[in-house]
């Protein structure tokens, strides 16, 4: 494998993990409007990613970071392109950051439903808004031969690219409710065990109509369809179980099929760009690709390196802070929010 | 108004209200490490407290620098994309050896300390602690080794028009990373400990708690003392550095248009004429830029219209003089915040080992109090000088700031971010402020019942 293909599987890998991690919490901040009663679940609510939801969002960091280092053109040219869609996700995510740490810190009801809202769009939009950007990447781009993008409003918001949007929102719900269940007790993680299997037919649904456009309008099954297809299978397998767990309570199984659909669905992303990283709706010869837009040898060597060398200790330290937080979060214990 | 103009307002902005929170978080970590250290050792409950209540703001503080860290890292890309496709094998690198090494490390490890008191034993809570205030140094690094290939490239080769690392020690010892990242790093130091000191003389003054606030306030009026020299010291060495690497700098943060003479005075005060290239009224301290430039009373400092001639030799035609008034100005409001710290900070250890802190002397404490502005006010304009000062240059000597813009945004975009970005920062601003005066007031004792019990009958229990 050339440092290259590494780097764009790292770069895969971030973005999975993050969609996976990342949606869950984005999940529970949605639940926190549509499945909280009253204001003390809220709390248990965002307690129970209160110690996870901060270094998830550092995925997004870091695989925006990777971007930069490892295909400047590729950052350069999707950042400076989806600028008002990442005014809007920046947006979100900074009134849903503070939100977590301010909404307890004052004892007036106005003030909490204020970041609260700021809670629930801010764990809405930038889920939406990223599933937007990655479906029209496979889509195609109005990019020059300068690896300028000029895109139009419908360039970005199309049929497609918001069917994606609603189906990775979705997804992280029902991924956070499965969450939820995990870290909650009694009538709260009945309710959120329920409304997840309620809404498996609408999110199925999604699913398939993201296929089939994904199909028929982009050229991505032509390029890589037998890794797709299996990678369909896949899904769907995971699905199904998904929903078989649900039904039999085995909420941390659930949990982790709910997020291997997750997982499946933003690698089929990359899946079936590369060996491209951007693709051009003006000329094949425009694309980005793991070559072009990539950084000099000497570069991705060292941040092989350094990264390789880091990766372990990373992984270990959040897999260990998850376990000490194994436990569950309910309303006769202290809560920090 | 042009895509440039708007996108140097955005990352002027942005990057200085960013910058008011990181080096509280820097400094603060380091203090409330201190005191949990103390508490773990002397098992004294009260300092466990101190941990806990400056712990409140820390928290408060971090979110805003968090979130507002994040608008830094996208907007490279977003307002300077043909910046990021020339730099970017040498500049993200260590961005993305940042999110690695520090972000993950800062972020996994304050969830453990938040909400982990109950739930790890004291010496892990304490190492979580340690290891964040590591994490924001690390942080610190990667983010300057960055800067420091702004102001000072190495350690890469120019191929197909782009710049391309090849020595990544060269960037890890840039003679400019090793002077800004102590200063930068003691500034941060000093930030967290003038407000530690500020906030609790306000206290003292007050008379409220006051053995925990004379304890904290001791505490960090030692870290205060501590890095302010070294801030000072470092800061020198910078100064030393820049009439080597950036001697247009240099001089325009002396309103230096021609030869200094030798030995070089020091201007502190002057009215600067920009449009005829003079100054007049000029206040001058003999030999103090010699000393400044070279650690010894002579030697010659060259100014903006010499150097102005040698750039255009070097890299044609063009005005290379960066806004002087800006970069004079602010260097002169750091010296001399630098410097009130320095003395605010001797005279408080005085009174400590005259054991005069049961008595705390009224004028004295009141200056500690507004003495928590000096900090932000010297790492603002310190930053002001250093990017103002490079101007035109984004890489000094490689690339020029119009020409990093963004080709594909249009004016209305940035405009409208420039807007948005603005009003939400103002109310985060206000937001913080707000929320650090109701901690203050309500001191540390009062923490136990936080989160209104009112709605929530079972939560004492914690």
């Given at each position: 494998m050339s440092l290259n293909e590494l780097w764009f599987l790292l770069i895969a890998v971030l973005f999975v993990g993050f969609f996976f991690l990342e949606g869950f919490d984005f999940g529970v901040g949605m639940e926190t409007q549509i499945l909280a009663k009253n204001d003390t679940e809220r709390r248990i609510l965002i307690n129970s990613i209160g110690p996870f939801w901060d270094a998830n969002e550092v995925w997004l960091i870091t695989g925006a970071g990777a971007m930069f280092a490892a295909f400047p053109h590729w950052y350069a040219t999707l950042f400076s392109g989806f600028y008002i869609p990442f005014v809007f996700a920046l947006l979100a995510l900074i009134a849903r950051g503070v939100a977590f740490e301010f909404r307890g810190k004052r004892d007036s009801k106005a003030w909490q439903k204020t970041w609260d809202v700021c809670i629930f769009f801010g764990s809405f939009l930038p889920p939406f808004l990223l599933a937007v950007v990655f479906a029209s990447f496979i889509k195609g781009l109005p990019i020059d031969k300068d690896m300028q993008m000029y895109a139009g409003f419908f360039d970005i918001v199309n049929a497609y690219t918001v069917v994606a949007g609603i189906t990775v929102v979705l997804l992280c719900l029902v991924h956070g409710l499965m969450f939820t269940t995990l870290r909650t007790l009694g009538d709260l993680q009945e309710r959120a065990r329920k409304l997840a299997q309620k809404l498996l037919i609408p999110l199925a649904a999604l699913l398939v109509a993201f296929v089939v456009m994904t199909y028929t309008m982009t050229d991505i099954f032509d390029k890589r369809g037998t890794l797709l297809w299996i990678v369909v299978v896949l899904a769907v397998a995971a699905y199904l179980l998904a929903g078989y767990f649900m039904t039999k309570k085995k909420d941390g199984y659930a949990f982790g099929m709910t997020g291997a659909v997750m997982a499946l669905s933003v690698a089929s992303i990359f899946i079936g760009l590369f060996p491209r990283v951007m693709i051009s709706s003006l000329d094949q010869a425009f694309n980005l690709t793991i070559t072009n837009a990539a950084s000099g040898q000497y570069s991705l060597k060292v941040m092989t390196i350094v990264a390789l060398t880091l990766l372990p200790f990373v992984l270990g330290y959040q897999i260990w802070s998850y376990f000490i937080f194994h436990k569950r979060v309910h309303e006769k214990e202290h809560l920090e929010y | 108004m042009d895509t440039v103009l708007l996108s140097r307002i955005q990352f002027a902005s942005t990057t200085i209200f960013h910058y008011f929170f990181v080096p509280v978080s820097i400094g603060l970590a380091l203090i409330i490490a201190i005191m949990e250290t103390m508490y773990v050792r002397k098992g004294n409950e009260e300092y466990k407290r101190m941990a806990q209540f400056w712990g409140k703001l820390f928290l408060i503080n971090f979110a805003v620098g968090v979130v507002t860290g994040i608008l830094q890292e996208f907007q490279f890309g977003m307002n300077w994309s043909d910046y990021s496709r020339f730099v970017g094998d040498v500049f993200g690198a260590p961005l993305a050896i940042e999110a690695l090494l520090a972000f993950f490390l800062e972020s996994t490890f304050i969830g453990i300390w938040i909400f982990g008191w109950d739930k790890v034993s004291k010496r892990i809570h304490l190492l979580s602690i340690w290891l964040v205030a590591f994490g924001t140094m690390l942080s610190a690094f990667w983010i300057l080794l960055a800067n420091s290939f702004m102001q000072h490239p190495v350690g890469f080769a120019i191929n197909n028009g782009r710049a391309e690392m090849n020595d990544i020690f060269a960037l890890i010892t840039n003679g400019q990373l090793l002077v800004e990242f102590p200063h930068t790093v003691l500034a941060a130091y000093a930030t967290g400990a003038f407000l530690v000191t500020g906030i609790s003389a306000y206290k003292l003054l007050k008379k409220q708690d006051v053995a925990f606030f004379r304890k904290s306030f001791e505490i960090a009026a030692i870290v205060g003392v501590i890095s302010s020299f070294g801030v000072a010291v470092a800061g020198h060495a910078q100064a030393q550095y820049l009439v080597e690497t950036q001697p247009m700098k240099m001089a325009a943060s002396e309103a230096l248009w021609g030869e200094s003479g030798d030995p070089a005075p020091w201007t502190v005060f002057a009215n600067i004429d920009v449009k005829n290239q003079t100054n007049s009224n000029e206040v001058q301290v003999p030999y103090l830029l010699s000393f400044l430039s070279y650690s010894k009373f002579s030697g010659d400092v060259k100014g903006m219209l010499e150097l102005q001639k040698e750039y255009e030799v070097a890299y044609?035609?063009?005005?290379?003089?960066?806004?002087v008034k800006t970069t004079f100005w602010s260097f002169r409001i750091m010296v001399a915040a630098g410097t009130l710290m320095m003395l605010f900070g001797v005279y408080a250890i005085y009174l400590m080992w005259r054991k005069k802190m049961d008595r705390p002397n009224t004028w004295f404490m009141r200056f500690m109090f507004w003495g928590l502005l000096l900090p932000p006010i010297a790492n603002t304009a310190g930053w002001i000088m250093t990017e103002i000062g490079r101007q035109p240059w984004t890489v000094f000597g490689l690339m020029t700031t119009e020409d990093s813009v963004s080709p594909n945004i249009t004016s209305g975009q940035v405009l409208f971010s420039v807007i948005s970005f603005t009003a939400i920062y103002a109310i985060l601003g206000a937001v913080l402020v707000g929320l650090f005066v109701k901690v203050i007031k309500k001191g540390p004792y009062a923490m136990d019942n936080e989160h209104g019990e009112s709605h929530d009958p079972y939560n004492k229990e914690g």
């Amino acid at each position: 494998m050339s440092l290259n293909e590494l780097w764009f599987l790292l770069i895969a890998v971030l973005f999975v993990g993050f969609f996976f991690l990342e949606g869950f919490d984005f999940g529970v901040g949605m639940e926190t409007q549509i499945l909280a009663k009253n204001d003390t679940e809220r709390r248990i609510l965002i307690n129970s990613i209160g110690p996870f939801w901060d270094a998830n969002e550092v995925w997004l960091i870091t695989g925006a970071g990777a971007m930069f280092a490892a295909f400047p053109h590729w950052y350069a040219t999707l950042f400076s392109g989806f600028y008002i869609p990442f005014v809007f996700a920046l947006l979100a995510l900074i009134a849903r950051g503070v939100a977590f740490e301010f909404r307890g810190k004052r004892d007036s009801k106005a003030w909490q439903k204020t970041w609260d809202v700021c809670i629930f769009f801010g764990s809405f939009l930038p889920p939406f808004l990223l599933a937007v950007v990655f479906a029209s990447f496979i889509k195609g781009l109005p990019i020059d031969k300068d690896m300028q993008m000029y895109a139009g409003f419908f360039d970005i918001v199309n049929a497609y690219t918001v069917v994606a949007g609603i189906t990775v929102v979705l997804l992280c719900l029902v991924h956070g409710l499965m969450f939820t269940t995990l870290r909650t007790l009694g009538d709260l993680q009945e309710r959120a065990r329920k409304l997840a299997q309620k809404l498996l037919i609408p999110l199925a649904a999604l699913l398939v109509a993201f296929v089939v456009m994904t199909y028929t309008m982009t050229d991505i099954f032509d390029k890589r369809g037998t890794l797709l297809w299996i990678v369909v299978v896949l899904a769907v397998a995971a699905y199904l179980l998904a929903g078989y767990f649900m039904t039999k309570k085995k909420d941390g199984y659930a949990f982790g099929m709910t997020g291997a659909v997750m997982a499946l669905s933003v690698a089929s992303i990359f899946i079936g760009l590369f060996p491209r990283v951007m693709i051009s709706s003006l000329d094949q010869a425009f694309n980005l690709t793991i070559t072009n837009a990539a950084s000099g040898q000497y570069s991705l060597k060292v941040m092989t390196i350094v990264a390789l060398t880091l990766l372990p200790f990373v992984l270990g330290y959040q897999i260990w802070s998850y376990f000490i937080f194994h436990k569950r979060v309910h309303e006769k214990e202290h809560l920090e929010y | 108004m042009d895509t440039v103009l708007l996108s140097r307002i955005q990352f002027a902005s942005t990057t200085i209200f960013h910058y008011f929170f990181v080096p509280v978080s820097i400094g603060l970590a380091l203090i409330i490490a201190i005191m949990e250290t103390m508490y773990v050792r002397k098992g004294n409950e009260e300092y466990k407290r101190m941990a806990q209540f400056w712990g409140k703001l820390f928290l408060i503080n971090f979110a805003v620098g968090v979130v507002t860290g994040i608008l830094q890292e996208f907007q490279f890309g977003m307002n300077w994309s043909d910046y990021s496709r020339f730099v970017g094998d040498v500049f993200g690198a260590p961005l993305a050896i940042e999110a690695l090494l520090a972000f993950f490390l800062e972020s996994t490890f304050i969830g453990i300390w938040i909400f982990g008191w109950d739930k790890v034993s004291k010496r892990i809570h304490l190492l979580s602690i340690w290891l964040v205030a590591f994490g924001t140094m690390l942080s610190a690094f990667w983010i300057l080794l960055a800067n420091s290939f702004m102001q000072h490239p190495v350690g890469f080769a120019i191929n197909n028009g782009r710049a391309e690392m090849n020595d990544i020690f060269a960037l890890i010892t840039n003679g400019q990373l090793l002077v800004e990242f102590p200063h930068t790093v003691l500034a941060a130091y000093a930030t967290g400990a003038f407000l530690v000191t500020g906030i609790s003389a306000y206290k003292l003054l007050k008379k409220q708690d006051v053995a925990f606030f004379r304890k904290s306030f001791e505490i960090a009026a030692i870290v205060g003392v501590i890095s302010s020299f070294g801030v000072a010291v470092a800061g020198h060495a910078q100064a030393q550095y820049l009439v080597e690497t950036q001697p247009m700098k240099m001089a325009a943060s002396e309103a230096l248009w021609g030869e200094s003479g030798d030995p070089a005075p020091w201007t502190v005060f002057a009215n600067i004429d920009v449009k005829n290239q003079t100054n007049s009224n000029e206040v001058q301290v003999p030999y103090l830029l010699s000393f400044l430039s070279y650690s010894k009373f002579s030697g010659d400092v060259k100014g903006m219209l010499e150097l102005q001639k040698e750039y255009e030799v070097a890299y044609g035609p063009g005005d290379y003089i960066p806004p002087v008034k800006t970069t004079f100005w602010s260097f002169r409001i750091m010296v001399a915040a630098g410097t009130l710290m320095m003395l605010f900070g001797v005279y408080a250890i005085y009174l400590m080992w005259r054991k005069k802190m049961d008595r705390p002397n009224t004028w004295f404490m009141r200056f500690m109090f507004w003495g928590l502005l000096l900090p932000p006010i010297a790492n603002t304009a310190g930053w002001i000088m250093t990017e103002i000062g490079r101007q035109p240059w984004t890489v000094f000597g490689l690339m020029t700031t119009e020409d990093s813009v963004s080709p594909n945004i249009t004016s209305g975009q940035v405009l409208f971010s420039v807007i948005s970005f603005t009003a939400i920062y103002a109310i985060l601003g206000a937001v913080l402020v707000g929320l650090f005066v109701k901690v203050i007031k309500k001191g540390p004792y009062a923490m136990d019942n936080e989160h209104g019990e009112s709605h929530d009958p079972y939560n004492k229990e914690g």
